[in-house]
């Protein structure tokens, strides 16, 4: 039996639910982030509704253009897990650089979402998370952003991301939702998160996870009607002061 996410009567301990304040979101307006904090079966954080319309629509103005023939790669040329996975993807920050250093552009500038998912390190919630125990506070000073796209019968298989240390994934996709499955699975626990549209989830990297297979009926894959996701992996550079 899989557990599904619960998140008013999870298990024994009741989360920690609480409105956890109001921040400017990238200068466009006042908000008020609701989060959930969990210990169990591990140390993690749901946020729903993270990103306001705005925000959504420049990373839908990017995610669609991805969803075009040749753009997206295989795991072999994203870094991804061979043999594990058979979904594409990109890894921004390959195609972003920052040059700033020897006096050169910023290309990540270009893209809309390694703009927008900095709200992820000026909203606050990782204060939260690593507030939840004691092997969340790690003191990470760098990030990579990859952009994920699963279709029919595209799945990725367990795995953990042991290089990292924080893993924040979240999920998008277009409404009315088509497709079935998608969900995100950690084998060792029995326990299933549902990535619903614009939720988002942060959880210790030396989890093991899966994502199970997508179903969709009668759909071609250019037209992004499939789950998406954006991934942070936070990690420590010991070349750069935290």
């Known amino acids: 039996m899989v557990i599904k996410m619960d998140y008013l009567n999870y298990g024994k301990q009741k989360p920690d639910e609480r409105v956890f304040g109001k921040q400017k979101s990238s200068g466009l307006e006042n908000e008020v982030l609701k989060i959930r904090c969990y210990e169990e079966p591990f140390p ?4 729903e509704d993270f990103y306001n319309e705005k925000e959504l629509e420049l990373i839908w103005e990017e995610l669609n253009f991805y969803t075009k023939p040749g753009k997206l790669l295989e795991a072999k040329d ?31 500038n270009i893209s809309n979402i390694l703009s927008v998912n900095r709200k ?8 939260r998370y690593v507030s939840i125990h004691e092997c969340c506070n790690l003191q990470c000073n760098s990030d990579i952003t990859k952009v994920r796209y699963y ?8 795995h953990r991301d042991s290089s990292f240390q924080i893993l924040i994934f979240s999920y998008f996709y277009k409404e009315p939702k088509r497709f079935e499955g998608g969900e995100l699975y950690f084998p060792r626990h029995n326990y299933e998160y549902p990535c619903n549209n614009n939720s988002m989830i942060i959880f210790p990297s030396w989890v093991e996870h899966s994502v199970n297979k997508v179903k969709i009926k009668e759909s071609d894959y250019y037209a992004g009607l499939g789950r998406y ?10 070349d750069r002061t935290p």
Request: net charge negative; no cysteine.
């Open 120 to 127: 992820v390190f000026t909203s606050g919630i990782l204060n």
């Open 78 to 108: 994203y870094g991804g897990v061979e043999g594990r996975t058979n979904a594409k993807a990109l890894s921004l920050d390959s195609l972003y650089l920052n040059y700033e250093k020897n006096d050169q552009p910023n290309y990540r």
């Open 44 to 47: 993690h954080l749901i946020v």
């Open 229 to 238: 996701a954006i991934t942070s992996f936070l990690f420590t550079r010991h």
């Open 151 to 158: 279709h029919d019968n595209e799945y990725y298989e367990p």
